[in-house]
């Protein structure tokens, strides 16, 4: 047992740089986005089935960033959707603060299941038909669907400007062929994460709300702000490194 917690299950560092320049390079090619009501929409939608149980809590540190991130520009309502079990999936209202988010997460307890990746997306399709959202945030490990419903799920979100930003958990290669199409066909973007990468992936969902609240301006100065991943990603966005 001991050595198997000293194999860190983190990628290579040559990988995991090269799978993050792939991340930058799919944002670079989305549109610009300012939304026009001044508070920017996200839905964070997470897998909570029994798989991903040792990594919630981390979730949970975690979603604060994309408050703080988004809330000079604005400001940025959030919704929680997650699905667990047997044939449940939830939505939460849309929330204003970090606090109110993070004691959503903190009620929710995880459960071994299959996924529910379609009923996320057609769930998006129709908060997003009744008012704008700015991008759905997913973090999973795993699909146990039918991809190709999926994929037609996810194209449909690119047609209503919803890009998906795919954050996958784990080293699944089928899963990860799958989100890879997700965030394609959405206008969005992938990037894989590990339990060594939780810092990047802060940072990740920082820009990633700046985005969603204020365009590629607000991308680029959270980018400055922080440094790390964050300014990398805006250096990819704005076309060259920020200064």
Known sequence: MADDRDRSDRLPADRKSAEVEAFLRQVKSMPALRPASGRGRLIFALDATASREATWDRACRLQGEMFEAAAALGGLDVQLVFYRGFDECKASRWLGAAADLHRAMRRVSCVGGETQIGRVFAHVLS?????KVNALVF?????EEKVDELCRLAGELGLLGVPVFVFHEGGDEIAGHA???FAKLSGGAYCPFDTGSAEQLRQLLGAVAA?????RPALVAYG??????ALLLAGAVGGKEPS
């Not at 908060?127 to 008012?131: G, I, L, S, T, V």
């Not at 973090?139 to 699909?143: E, R």
């Not at 400055?224 to 991943?229: C, L, M, P, V, Y």
């Open 127 to 131: 908060e997003a038909r009744a008012a």
């Open 139 to 143: 973090v999973g490990d795993a699909v």
């Open 179 to 181: 989100f890879r199409q």
């Open 211 to 215: 985005y969603a609240a204020g365009g």
């Open 224 to 229: 400055k702000r922080t440094g790390g991943a």
